[in-house]
DNA sequence: ATAGATGCAAATGTTTTGCAGGAAA
DNA sequence: TTTCCTGCAAAACATTTGCATCTAT
């Protein structure tokens, strides 16, 4: 099974916090180190619950916190007001596709150091930012003419 | 009467779609317009009732709806998952302060082409994008023992 | 044994919708 | 007098919380 680094990492977090370590806690970070990427609360859940029925929603929320807190995971919230779940990683900025949902990630160093001098202009001390860039990916603008097929 | 431009806009974009003109649509007009700038809809609701006590919230919705068709207003979502709107204008983006949640807009002609740059590398076809730093402005720095004043 | 976790149901906060009555054209 | 609006209450969503029960430690 691959993931044990994350694995043994989560295990630390709990012990250091005197937390507990559960199936369910388990099994969510299992499916969430499984996904792509950008997984949403409710992807998880529906995942989750094909291996371990029974487990709620609330815990999927509360864990997926929880792994945000142990530095696992990183919350995000595009355009259409679901939170999604990434692996935690460097810093970048995200291309979202509006017809199909695809989500590239992005890094630019020429742009952060725009944004440095921009703050630096108005007096502000940046601690974090945000920048999305929407629109058509390359497979959608090629067959404009079908319907969007999964709008995200 | 300021804003007779706005009003006019509005009218002829009721004319246009057969909407019909009413004291609710000009009143919410009229506070939105005398906004310094990114009103939530709360903000609105309460400034409205104030004048015209009996409007109700789903008019100012529906309304603020119609003013973002009609091309006079704009929504914005920053982190903290209420609408904003500000009056339409030139594309720009956001500074936001975390801690007395002042918004300062600012616009580089840089970073826009950086995104250009990006958006083709990933054959994409960018139609809008999203941008907010997120800090400390000036006077929140200076006074950083202070706990927040009004998180926003 | 005991601190902490779970799952349900209910609450939250924001925005939307159904509908019967009301106003503009 | 017809079409469109309004306001209320209820619904929709995504997420959070209270609480009694259960489970790692």
Redesign the pocket.
């Known amino acids: 099974m691959a993931h044990e680094v994350e694995h043994r990492s989560l295990a630390r977090y709990?012990e250091e916090?005197?937390?507990?370590?559960?199936?369910?806690?388990d099994a969510?970070l299992e499916v969430f180190l499984e996904a792509t990427g950008h997984i949403?609360?409710?992807e998880i859940y529906k995942r989750v619950q094909k291996e371990?029925p029974?487990?709620?929603?609330?815990?999927?929320?509360?864990?997926m916190?929880?792994l945000c807190d142990a530095g696992l995971a990183n919350e995000r919230?595009f355009d259409d007001?679901?939170?999604r779940y990434e692996i935690a990683q460097e810093h970048h900025d995200h291309l979202v596709c509006v017809r199909c949902g695809k989500i590239v990630e992005f890094e630019c160093r020429m742009i952060e150091s725009s944004q440095e001098e921009i703050a630096a202009r108005y007096g502000f001390q940046v601690l974090r930012h945000r920048h999305e860039l929407y629109g058509h990916c390359e497979s959608c603008r090629e067959q404009r003419e079908t319907p969007p097929s999964s709008e995200a």
Chains 1, 2 share one sequence.
């Open positions: 709990l916090h005197s937390l507990k370590r559960t199936k369910q806690r969510i949403t609360s409710e371990h029974g487990i709620g929603y609330t815990t999927v929320y509360r864990t916190k929880l919230r007001s679901v939170t």
